[in-house]
């Protein structure tokens, strides 16, 4: 890792950003740093890229930047300029470098945002083949995943002295770096899940989820538990991700303010504020919201 990119990193985590975040930073710096050095192998630094290194590299990611030597898909392409956007701005802005050499660039074509969430039929379907296993802890998992929004690693962070259920409301109390903690609020589904698990626990664990070798469950274990069902019920986008989606577009279909759904899905600004531009992926519509479009115009 470079001196310059050191200090980027540190900016980083002063600012509050997540270890997923910062490691997606780190690893867009990996292959733009690989591609310099390959492409000039006298360079000390790749912070000191040029306006036409930049334009070079875009080319190389539209011709082989992909997997298997393929071009980069519009998504990646996306992405890598963002971060390097972001990466050598932050470099001009401490004077490290006379100026950002992204920002000339001609950005690439912004990539067609799919919806990633399940219908209504699909999420019944999961959660029955899931009660249908009978494991209270599993259920549990994925109402608190699909009905509260939650990111895999909040779900595994949570903490019982963070929870707080009684018979007519209930929350969890989600901790993040920087500003973004949040309370979430949890429905009835969510709160008779969560207590039918805990009244079966006897260990010790201070935390909402465990497993049999550990006491705090590991999102890899959250990760394979999801890829299990989607194996079994075939549902192909079926990932903890779109069990997050599910709930932010589903939200925003009971035409819930986009302020009010920013805040539950944990989407802020650096100064805490609801970044409704982060959510306005819920407004999407997906096959089913244009079906029921279709079909509410429809004369029969």
């Given at each position: 890792?470079?001196q310059?990119?050191?200090?980027?990193?540190?900016h980083?985590?002063?600012?509050?950003?997540?270890?997923?975040?910062?490691?997606?930073?780190?690893a867009?710096?990996?292959?733009?740093?690989?591609?310099?050095?390959?492409?000039?192998t006298d360079?000390?630094d790749p912070?000191l890229?040029?306006?036409?290194?930049?334009?070079?590299?875009?080319?190389?990611?539209?011709?082989?930047?992909?997997?298997?030597?393929?071009p980069?898909?519009?998504?990646?392409?996306?992405?890598?300029?963002?971060?390097?956007?972001?990466?050598?701005?932050?470099?001009a802005?401490?004077?490290?470098?006379?100026d950002?050499?992204?920002?000339?660039?001609?950005?690439p074509?912004?990539?067609?945002?799919?919806?990633?969430?399940?219908s209504?039929?699909?999420?019944?379907?999961?959660?029955?083949?899931?009660?249908?296993?009978?494991?209270?802890?599993?259920?549990?998992?994925?109402?608190?995943?699909?009905?509260?929004?939650?990111?895999?690693?909040?779900l595994?962070?949570?903490m019982k002295?963070?929870?707080s259920?009684?018979?007519?409301?209930?929350?969890?109390?989600?901790?993040?770096?920087?500003?973004k903690?949040?309370?979430?609020?949890?429905n009835?589904?969510?709160?008779?899940?969560?207590e039918s698990?805990?009244?079966?626990?006897?260990?010790?664990?201070p935390?909402?989820?465990v497993?049999?070798?550990?006491?705090?469950?590991?999102?890899?274990?959250?990760?394979h538990l999801v890829?299990?069902?989607?194996?079994?019920?075939?549902?192909?986008?079926?990932?903890?991700?779109?069990?997050?989606?599910?709930?932010?577009?589903?939200?925003?279909?009971?035409?819930?303010?986009?302020?009010?759904v920013?805040?539950?899905?944990?989407?802020?600004?650096?100064?805490?504020?609801?970044?409704?531009?982060?959510?306005?992926?819920y407004?999407?519509?997906?096959?089913?919201d244009?079906?029921?479009?279709?079909?509410?115009?429809?004369?029969?």
């Amino acid at each position: 890792m470079s001196q310059l990119f050191e200090k980027f990193i540190q900016h980083l985590q002063e600012s509050g950003l997540n270890d997923r975040t910062i490691q997606n930073y780190k690893a867009t710096w990996s292959k733009f740093w690989k591609w310099m050095l390959e492409t000039d192998t006298d360079l000390d630094d790749p912070g000191l890229a040029t306006q036409k290194d930049i334009a070079d590299y875009k080319r190389y990611m539209l011709d082989f930047g992909g997997r298997g030597g393929r071009p980069a898909k519009p998504s990646t392409m996306q992405l890598t300029f963002v971060h390097l956007n972001a990466i050598f701005n932050y470099f001009a802005s401490q004077n490290l470098i006379p100026d950002n050499p992204v920002g000339p660039v001609k950005k690439p074509p912004v990539a067609r945002r799919t919806p990633k969430w399940l219908s209504r039929n699909e999420q019944n379907t999961f959660l029955r083949e899931v009660r249908k296993d009978g494991s209270k802890r599993d259920f549990a998992i994925v109402v608190t995943l699909l009905r509260a929004g939650l990111r895999v690693h909040e779900l595994c962070e949570m903490m019982k002295t963070e929870l707080s259920i009684n018979p007519r409301s209930g929350s969890v109390y989600i901790r993040g770096k920087g500003y973004k903690d949040r309370e979430v609020p949890l429905n009835a589904e969510v709160r008779s899940a969560l207590e039918s698990y805990l009244a079966d626990r006897t260990d010790d664990s201070p935390y909402v989820f465990v497993s049999q070798r550990s006491k705090r469950l590991a999102v890899r274990a959250v990760q394979h538990l999801v890829e299990k069902y989607r194996r079994r019920i075939r549902i192909e986008h079926l990932t903890c991700h779109a069990l997050r989606h599910s709930f932010g577009h589903d939200l925003v279909v009971s035409k819930i303010d986009l302020q009010q759904v920013a805040t539950l899905m944990g989407h802020f600004k650096e100064d805490g504020t609801p970044n409704i531009q982060m959510t306005m992926i819920y407004t999407t519509p997906g096959v089913e919201d244009l079906t029921a479009a279709v079909e509410s115009i429809s004369w029969t």
